[in-house]
């Protein structure tokens, strides 16, 4: 994948860093408005346009577990007028569906690695659990009895689930939600046990004593919840999930322009402005080369292939 943007050097692409850009350049976001994915296209697109003058227009195109927007940017002119805004899901697609409309590799431009969170481990509090350990314990010796919540299959809730699971050897009961919001509810009422969510998405139940945390997914523990301890260090040790957020081209994009967003978007990371927004919604910025975020996706691709694997987990 860092190969691509390198290698890219097509006739059908004639304009180069010195006149790009010159019209409109659009923002594919393949979720819904609202949530982390719609906020990074709307700060990144109004900082652009500021900078160089031109519209950067956010369209949202939801469905289809992110595949929708996601084909259409794979499919779009490789001359950087058309960027998708991309997640986790990205690199664990490929081990989710079996016929993806598109080659997470070769058909797009890695850009720049925006930002990463963690997930929470929480509890419903009517379960006699407070610790890491003893949910793991606890499931060991009532096998299929514990049942967690998800916002869907290949979701970083369920796969984050699927690596804790295989990770400790315990047998527990997936059940999925269209969205984080009906999930918390049925935690939060008492119809399903535990669940991995976004740090943002439960705190404040955390906070107000409705739910319980036993453990953040990251490899450091999480500013947002500074008491609570990794999941590594709490009981399963080594592991790690990384919730992040990044952008995208169509493969084929020049060079040049790849390096122009580049630095253009790095910068706008810098702002102050920027880092607060970000860390208001519980991301850190984290931007970088091309060719490292290409890295990362790679990296993702390969984690949650061998996850999938093991879990037993069927392509659709």
């Known amino acids: ?144 009895k514990v049942s967690y919540g998800s ?36 935690l939060l009422g008492g119809h399903i046990d535990i669940a991995f969510d976004n740090t943002p998405n439960v705190l404040p139940q955390v906070n107000g004593d409705k739910l319980h945390a036993l453990g953040v997914s990251s490899k450091t523990r999480s500013a947002l919840a500074a008491n609570v301890p990794t999941v590594s260090e709490a009981g399963a040790p080594g592991y790690e999930v990384t919730v992040w957020f990044g952008i995208v081209g169509p493969a084929g994009i020049r060079p040049e322009i790849v390096q122009k967003l580049s630095a253009e978007i790095n910068t706008i990371f810098k702002m102050d402005d920027v880092k607060r927004r970000f860390v208001d919604q519980g991301v850190d910025p984290v931007g970088g080369t091309p060719s490292q975020f290409a890295d990362h996706i790679r990296a993702e691709i390969e984690k949650w292939a061998k996850v999938a694997k093991d879990a037993n987990i069927q392509p659709e």
């Open 151 to 186: 916002t869907g299959i290949g979701s970083s809730n369920h796969l984050s689930m699927e690596l804790f699971k295989s990770m400790t050897g315990i047998d527990i009961v997936h059940v999925p939600y269209k969205g984080s919001a009906p999930m918390v509810n049925d």
């Open 1 to 144: 994948m860092g190969a691509t943007a390198a290698s890219a050097q097509t006739a059908s692409t004639p304009a180069g860093a010195d006149s790009y850009p010159n019209r409109t350049i659009r923002y594919i976001v393949p979720y819904p408005p609202g949530g982390f994915n719609d906020t990074l296209a709307r700060i990144v697109s109004q900082k652009l346009a500021e900078a160089w003058g031109v519209p950067v227009v956010v369209e949202n195109r939801a469905g289809g577990g992110t595949l929708i927007g996601t084909e259409a940017v794979a499919k779009a002119p490789p001359d950087g007028y058309t960027l998708l805004g991309v997640a986790f899901p990205f690199g664990a697609n490929p081990s989710i569906y079996k016929n993806l409309p598109y080659d997470t590799v070769k058909d797009f431009t890695p850009l720049i690695f925006a930002g990463q969170t963690q997930n929470l481990l929480v509890i419903r509090p009517s379960l006699p659990i407070n610790s890491l350990k003893a949910l793991i314990d606890y499931a060991r010796k009532n096998p299929g």
